[in-house]
């Protein structure tokens, strides 16, 4: 987010926040559901834990209703699509970082929008890290 300054990049910053705390809370809540359809439960420290941070993504969301109606559907529809993104995600490319990084590297070929400047190749540099040993092995 470098190329943004003062008060758009407070402003996407701000987003980005609430965006992931309602993601983290339908991710926790998630969790919860599928811990109680497998008849499972946290250990004492572990639940406190673990229903604190709930209360505390609750929280943070509670802020967005101090912004207008319009901002708050937003933020609701923006996390839910970006939540849906990343689950996506996650099933189509299981545990291969290979593929993950083809789905990067398309969506890094549309234009920007918003000039936040993401592109970060270096957070897949352990790709070609294990490429590179792979070769020197063979």
Do not use: W
Request: with cysteine.
């Amino acid at each position: 987010m470098s190329n943004l300054k003062g008060r758009n990049a407070l402003v996407m910053s701000t987003n980005i926040c609430y965006m992931l705390a309602d993601m983290m809370e339908m991710s926790l809540l998630d969790l919860k559901e599928v811990f109680e359809d497998n008849h499972l439960k946290l250990h004492h420290e572990q639940k406190k834990f673990f229903k604190g941070a709930i209360f505390n993504c609750r929280n943070l969301i509670k802020q967005v209703s101090h912004t207008p109606v319009l901002t708050q559907e937003s933020f609701g529809n923006d996390s839910d699509m970006m939540h849906t993104m990343m689950l996506l995600l996650i099933d189509r490319c299981g545990e291969d970082d290979e593929v993950l990084f083809k789905f990067y590297e398309y969506i890094k070929s549309f234009p920007s929008k918003l000039g936040l400047g993401v592109e970060n190749d270096s957070a897949f540099s352990h790709i070609f890290d294990k490429k590179d040993e792979n070769e020197k092995e063979s």
